[in-house]
């Protein structure tokens, strides 16, 4: 998929390197498609290493997409510099106007807190109030994932004993559902969290589906039924040396974390971990893409409702 963002992104170099199909905004409006409108609102700590990671995956379908890159405005984000929130990111009040056919949502560090404690929590809320009416499929990962089960369905998150920390197998449990379509019945993700869902009060809701589960890590891929909202509660979209980095930080900061989960090759730190969950990432957003936004999103998106 042609992802249109602008030339001078930091992502868009470490895109074309991977042989990512980039397309510049000049090109992009001489095109007589309209292009999937896409935001990400991203909460990350690492903002341009997350909004590089999904763009990656974003970019695996024929479809264009146009990006748009979300921050909040209610807090101030300290690991990524102004000038570049200031160059490639905007807040709701730029957007509220318009519609979207797609919006992630992505994780954030702050699980230990309750929500209403989150600096941002009633910003949020209100960006995911406006999405039911104005987005036509929204993604939500890992914290995202929790916040928003919480807020549209009132499912409570729960704290973990210990950080669960690594790389799981998981089991396919609907497959004939569209966002699992090829996927093998056992494959791999990554988690780093602090809490959990139960899958009890998720099919208590009535509205909501469980894709995919972990003997380990619980409840992994959520739909609800209606297809306009995905629940995410790994990171998919992690490169293969992100758990490391986030291990090494632990440890410089003298926290006791425990060495990721089947991640270090024969559990050796000095080992290059191996990405083993790539092409499950791929599936996950191309499924998402395809079946969830473009094959239902109205062509004009003032229909939306």
């Excluded at 980039?22 to 903002?47: C, F, G, H, W, Y």
């Excluded at 093998?184 to 208590?204: G, M, Q, T």
């Excluded at 758990?243 to 090759?265: C, H, M, V, W």
Aim: aromatic letters at 12%; proline letters at 6%.
């Amino acid at each position: 998929m042609p992802i249109k963002i602008p030339l001078s992104l930091p992502a868009t170099e470490t895109l074309i390197n991977e042989n990512i199909f980039v397309m510049d905004e000049n090109r992009a409006v001489s095109q007589d498609i309209r292009p999937l409108k896409i935001a990400i609102l991203n909460l990350m700590p690492t903002k341009i290493v997350t909004e590089t990671q999904l763009l990656r995956l974003l970019s695996n379908t024929p479809l264009q997409i146009d990006v748009c890159l979300l921050t909040t405005a209610s807090h101030a984000p300290k690991n990524t510099p102004a000038e570049h929130l200031a160059s490639f990111y905007k807040t709701f009040d730029e957007v509220k106007n318009g519609r979207l056919d797609g919006l992630i949502v992505t994780g954030a560090p702050v699980e230990t807190l309750s929500f209403e404690n989150v600096d941002y929590w009633d910003e949020l809320c209100g960006i995911l109030d406006w999405s039911r009416h104005n987005v036509f499929s929204t993604m939500y990962i890992c914290w995202g994932a929790n916040a928003g089960l919480y807020y549209n369905h009132k499912i409570p998150k729960y704290p973990l004993e210990n950080k669960l920390f690594g790389v799981f197998e998981h089991n396919t449990l609907l497959p004939s559902h569209p966002l699992v379509r090829g996927f093998d019945e056992n494959f791999l993700a990554p988690h780093s969290r602090y809490s959990y869902v139960k899958s009890e009060d998720i099919e208590k809701s009535g509205e909501l589906l469980i894709l995919a589960n972990s003997d380990k890590a619980g409840v992994y891929l959520v739909a609800s039924k209606n297809g306009r909202e995905v629940y995410v509660t790994g990171h998919a979209e992690y490169d293969y040396d992100t758990l490391q980095k986030e291990y090494l930080r632990d440890i410089d900061k003298g926290l006791s974390t425990a060495i990721p989960q089947n991640y270090f090759p024969d559990e050796n730190t000095e080992k290059t971990p191996v990405n083993t969950w790539r092409a499950h990432a791929h599936l996950l957003f191309c499924n998402w893409l395809n079946y969830f936004v473009y094959q239902n999103t109205p062509y004009n998106l003032e229909e939306l409702t």
